[in-house]
């Protein structure tokens, strides 16, 4: 069965610093991961995905992810944050197959301090 | 093009009142999940639609959930009776036709989502 672990519960940068959000991931197949965003009093929004074709996947707002396969990892990070980055950051996996159902971390909380 | 759209933003029932919430996909999208976030855990899938048919509901707690999408279209998920437990957020999430290569998953849309408080 897939499963995601997200790492941090709670990240804390400062404006202009690195973002890095560290996720795990357990499957059984070829896995499609994806990052989820959402910002207080806001829907879930899509930063990215992974579909099997670059391992390096650039999504919106500067951010990226690298998966490794070795690492069972798909880590999500920003060169430079920005106070509008402070929100909620979900790992998610796809189950195989038809179904598509989406399975999801619990989630990482990310402030960005002046 | 609209989003997915949700209501009530909101609702605070009492238990053993029965709640109906509503989710219009993206024109045109096939496919519609529910999804629900109890407080302190993670999203947790409820169910798939591929138009009016139910293709997975493996995610539903019981038999006081039930969700129909008629015509294919709009969705509803009525609790009925509502207990405590039943408080959280549920999202819906549409995406179009399923691709028989099967290469990736369909990017699912979310709506805002409706948060459900149960006293």
């Known amino acids: 069965a897939q499963s995601v672990t997200q790492l941090d519960s709670h990240v804390s940068v400062s404006e202009g610093t690195p973002v890095l959000l560290r996720c795990n991931y357990s499957s059984s197949y070829s896995p499609s991961l994806f990052w989820y965003v959402q910002h207080p009093n806001k829907g879930l929004q899509l930063l990215l995905k992974?579909?099997?074709?670059a391992t390096l996947v650039k999504g919106i707002n500067g951010f990226e992810a690298e998966f490794k396969k070795s690492e069972t990892s798909f880590h999500l990070t920003k060169p430079s944050a920005h106070m509008s980055d402070a929100a909620e950051y979900f790992c998610v996996v796809s189950e195989a197959g038809n179904n598509r159902k989406l399975i999801w971390g619990l989630g990482t909380s990310l402030a960005v301090n002046p | 093009e609209a989003g997915v759209t949700q209501f009530p933003s909101h609702s605070v029932i009492e238990k053993g009142q029965t709640v109906t919430l509503r989710c219009d996909p993206i024109?045109?999208?096939?496919?519609l999940y529910w999804y629900r976030r109890v407080m302190g855990k993670e999203i947790k899938f409820l169910l798939h639609?591929?138009?009016?048919?139910?293709?997975?509901e493996s995610g539903m707690p019981n038999n006081r959930f039930l969700a129909e999408r008629t015509g294919g279209t709009y969705s509803t998920l009525k609790v009925q009776p509502a207990e405590l437990e039943d408080s959280g957020v549920y999202f819906c999430?549409?995406?179009?036709?399923?691709?028989?290569?099967?290469?990736?998953?369909?990017?699912?849309?979310f709506g805002p989502g409706t948060r459900l408080t149960v006293l």
């Open positions: 639609f591929v138009k009016e048919s139910k293709q997975d």
């Open positions: 024109s045109g999208h096939d496919n």
């Open positions: 992974y579909t099997s074709a």
């Open positions: 999430a549409s995406s179009q036709a399923a691709k028989m290569s099967g290469l990736g998953t369909d990017t699912q849309y």
